[in-house]
């Protein structure tokens, strides 16, 4: 499955078939269309449901909106996990795993990154839960590196790096210029 779009797997408690085909549909319209475009009777519309059991569900969109969030993050930290240990599990897979991620046609950036551009000033718990999904990516490249002083220090400009290409290969709609400056900075670091 794409990175962009990561694979499906159980990674909240079970919940109901609507509650689920509501989440799905709208990861794929808000990471897609973006969250502001899309609106909830959009959602009820492709995900097949009635208003009331979209609302029994889903109280707000902004209720959609976090649950989206975690979602995402779930899948994607999964998604992460898994393509830094087929790479290598070194801080170099970081390189290949993001030009995977970017190279799908449905790459459309960092989630996150996204999220607090749209809702920040509407919805600041969308800041909240995006600061805690860098937190755990650098935290992951973090267990890449080598022990040493400067350790948490080198996963944030790791982390740094990568958002910046994240943000580059959405900008640039090809992933080439990104992946190469990441893996300049990847040499960089690992040559110090």
């Known amino acids: 499955m794409s990175p962009a779009k990561p ?5 909240s408690p079970p919940s109901s078939a609507a509650r689920q085909r509501i989440l799905l549909t709208a990861h794929d319209l ?3 269309d973006g969250i502001r475009a899309t609106g909830v009777d959009r959602v009820i519309a492709e995900s097949g449901v009635t208003k009331v059991t979209f609302y029994r569900h889903f109280p707000s969109k902004n209720d959609l909106i976090l649950a989206f969030l975690a979602h995402r993050h779930a899948l994607w930290m999964a998604w ?10 070194t801080i170099a897979a970081v390189v290949p795993a993001f030009r995977e991620w970017a190279s799908d046609p449905g790459y459309r950036g960092c989630a996150f990154i996204n999220s607090v551009g749209e809702m920040a ?6 800041v909240a839960v995006s600061r805690q999904h860098k937190h755990e990516v650098v935290e992951r490249i973090g267990a890449l590196l080598a022990p040493g002083p400067n350790r948490a220090a080198d996963a944030q400009v ?4 990568l958002d910046g290409a994240v943000l580059r290969a959405q900008f ?3 992933p080439d210029a990104a992946v190469a400056a990441l ?3 990847v040499e960089r670091l690992t040559s110090t």
């Open 172 to 174: 640039d709609q090809h």
């Open 158 to 161: 790791m982390g740094l790096a």
């Open 121 to 126: 000033q509407a919805l600041p718990e969308v």
């Open 7 to 11: 694979p499906v797997t159980e990674v």
């Open 80 to 89: 992460f996990d898994d393509a830094l240990i087929r790479h290598g599990n």
């Open 183 to 185: 893996q300049h900075a």
């Open 30 to 32: 808000f990471y897609r």
